[in-house]
């Protein structure tokens, strides 16, 4: 467990990295890059490779930050989050979506042996029904086979299966095509019944909580389509739904019978939901067993994390790097831009992960903390970003330290496209690394450099590597959490805006608690 009263801000190593921050804000890091710094500022784990080589840090800036994190209670911490202790102290529950990737043996070594018999069944589950959808043995009330899957949710319980269910779109069904509905705007749900056919349609109401407003509403509003178009008096339990939760009975009484029902833990976090049964339209679109081998290289990553010396660890390194920029260069925000199309999901995803996870100003003791949290997490794919912002990144007064995300081959692009992507990428990193100073050019001609990226590799957009870079990302965000002593795995708030929402909604303008200003909104928008 983190350590109630752990400090970083009052370790030694924080004191010398403020003192090297002074000096590297003036160093020219594109002066270090020789073979030498390329060839040893480089990781590769779990089928990723990682670039670090462009960044503002030196040999004695990286050993400091490392021997920060072993001095810190990061170990400790990681290993109470694997073998299921409480570590979301808030909310008193175990943070445990490592545990649907690992094997029954490992869990056993955990003590979590409770646990495994659960998480088998729910993978049973997960792929018996994906398994009668894709057969074309799920069949709709007419005696039709499931042609268009609807999920309705939303952050982790929408973000996660897009993300993955496009990222795979290699391995998706012929026949079956995912959607995913998340807001509670109308248009998005009417615009997409309207092109669908009631007799084929399977809706998929995917809430941890069963609570949330949007989704509620949508399924709804879905229900009562079934209602119009095929006449279903109780569209809730019919085969046309199939509720995925960790609120069974909440589901239950919104109509939807326990045998169409996937359950999950609430010990698995909402943006960590993936891997669990809200992964079920992940296994409907790409099959149970590409599903299976999305969370095995997940488990790859999980083994690393779990292993790996903290210099030689990608998380880790990551996840330092993010807080040298946050904490000692005053970098507010990090982009990642993949230059993959299908990878267009991943920043969105991220910033739901990184964003609600560290989005935090109080320690888990409760007090303020000493130092900035969590980055404005944000990007989009190149080469779409460069005719868009870079300009900003390349010339801009802000220091936005960058994840580029590439692809070794493509199967679904061809040599000539993956060529020209991937000179991109490559020459963005470069270039803003290297800028371009010369005394024969005006001033608006100058590219200062100096402007840090990763560049990570995945082989090919397979599974496994999918799995193993969400698993990084979500590990690199546990590592700074842990390190600011900050909860990474609670929400609250989300809640304030959601209460105030409902009060309106329930008794309007009148009472409540909303500030004169939005009583005036209000007025304006004739509530
Ligand atoms: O409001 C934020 C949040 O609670 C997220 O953490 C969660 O992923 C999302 O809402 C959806 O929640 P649920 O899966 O319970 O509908």
């Given at each position: 467990m983190t350590s109630e009263k752990f400090d970083i801000t009052a370790?030694?190593?924080?004191?010398?990295?403020?003192s090297l921050a002074a000096s590297a804000g003036k160093m020219k890091f594109a002066g270090l890059l020789d073979r030498e710094r390329a060839t040893s500022y480089q990781l590769e784990a779990a089928g990723l490779?990682?670039?670090?080589?462009?960044?503002?840090?030196?040999?004695?800036?990286?050993?400091?930050?490392?021997?920060?994190?072993?001095?810190?209670?990061?170990?400790?911490?990681?290993?109470?989050?694997?073998?299921?202790?409480?570590?979301?102290?808030?909310?008193?529950?175990?943070?445990?979506?490592?545990?649907?990737?690992?094997?029954?043996?490992?869990?056993?070594?955990?003590?979590?042996?409770?646990?495994?018999?659960?998480i088998t069944v729910q993978k049973q589950r997960i792929r018996e029904v994906s398994d009668r959808i894709r057969a074309g043995e799920w069949l709709g009330i007419t005696g039709k086979p499931v042609r268009d899957v609807v999920n309705l949710g939303i952050g982790g319980s929408d973000l996660g299966p897009k993300l993955a269910c496009e990222a795979l779109k290699e391995f998706a069904h012929e026949r079956i095509r995912c959607h995913f509905l998340s807001n509670v705007d109308g248009?998005?749900?009417?615009?997409?019944?309207?092109?669908?056919?009631?007799?084929?349609?399977?809706?998929?109401?995917?809430?941890?909580?069963?609570?949330t407003q949007e989704t509620l509403l949508n399924a709804k509003t879905a229900a009562q389509w079934f209602r119009d178009r095929l006449g279903i008096v109780n569209p809730f339990a019919s085969p046309h739904f199939i509720g995925v939760t960790a609120a069974p009975a909440r589901a239950m009484q919104a109509g939807i019978p326990e045998q169409q029902l996937l359950l999950f833990g609430d010990w698995v976090g909402g943006r960590y939901s993936l891997w669990s049964s809200i992964g079920l339209t992940i296994s409907i679109s790409t099959g149970y067993d590409n599903f299976a081998r999305m969370l095995e290289g997940a488990r790859s990553m999980d083994r690393h994390f779990?292993?790996?010396?903290?210099?030689?660890?990608?998380?880790?390194?990551?996840?330092?790097?993010?807080?040298?920029?946050?904490?000692?260069?005053?970098?507010?925000?990090?982009?990642?831009?993949?230059?993959?199309?299908?990878?267009?999901?991943?920043?969105?995803?991220?910033?739901?992960?990184?964003?609600?996870?560290?989005?935090?100003?109080?320690?888990?003791a409760g007090e303020q903390v000493r130092q900035t949290t969590g980055p404005i997490v944000?990007?989009?794919?190149?080469a779409n970003g460069q005719h868009s912002f870079f300009q900003l990144l390349h010339q801009g007064t802000h220091l936005i330290p960058v994840d580029f995300i590439g692809l070794g081959e493509d199967a679904l692009s061809s040599p000539r496209h993956h060529?020209?992507?991937?000179?991109?990428?490559?020459?963005?990193?470069?270039?803003?690394?290297?800028?371009?100073?010369?005394?024969?050019?005006?001033?608006?001609?100058?590219?200062?450099?100096?402007?840090?990226?990763?560049?990570?590799l995945l082989d090919r957009l397979t599974p496994e590597s999918f799995g193993a870079l969400i698993a990084l990302y979500e590990h690199k965000v546990f590592v700074q959490g842990s390190l600011w002593n900050i909860n990474s795995f609670d929400q609250w708030g989300v809640?304030?805006?959601?209460?105030?929402?409902?009060?309106?909604?329930?008794?309007?303008?009148?009472?409540?608690?909303?500030?004169?200003?939005?009583?005036?909104?209000?007025?304006?928008?004739?509530?």
């Open positions: 370790a030694r190593q924080w004191l010398r990295l403020k490779y990682l670039d670090y080589s462009r960044n503002l840090v030196t040999d004695e800036i990286l050993d400091t930050l490392t021997e920060l994190a072993e001095s810190s209670p990061l170990a400790t911490h990681r290993e109470a989050m694997f073998r299921g202790e409480a570590i979301n102290t808030t909310e008193q529950r175990p943070v445990l979506h490592a545990a649907l990737r690992a094997r029954t043996e490992e869990l056993r070594a955990d003590g979590l042996d409770d646990l495994a018999a659960g248009e998005p749900i009417h615009s997409l019944l309207r092109e669908l056919d009631p007799e084929t349609t399977l809706v998929i109401v995917s809430s941890k909580s069963f609570t779990r292993t790996a010396p903290a210099e030689r660890n990608m998380p880790v390194i990551l996840a330092l790097l993010g807080l040298w920029y946050a904490n000692f260069l005053e970098a507010e925000s990090h982009a990642v831009i993949p230059y993959c199309e299908r990878l267009l999901q991943l920043p969105f995803y991220l910033q739901q992960l990184d964003m609600e996870s560290n989005g935090k100003s109080v320690t888990v944000w990007g989009l794919t190149g060529r020209v992507l991937l000179a991109n990428m490559v020459a963005q990193s470069a270039a803003l690394m290297q800028g371009r100073q010369s005394d024969k050019l005006p001033p608006w001609r100058i590219y200062p450099g100096n402007r840090p990226s990763n560049v990570l809640e304030l805006g959601k209460e105030l929402a409902r009060e309106l909604l329930d008794i309007g303008n009148d009472q409540g608690q909303l500030d004169a200003g939005a009583r005036y909104l209000l007025d304006r928008l004739r509530w």
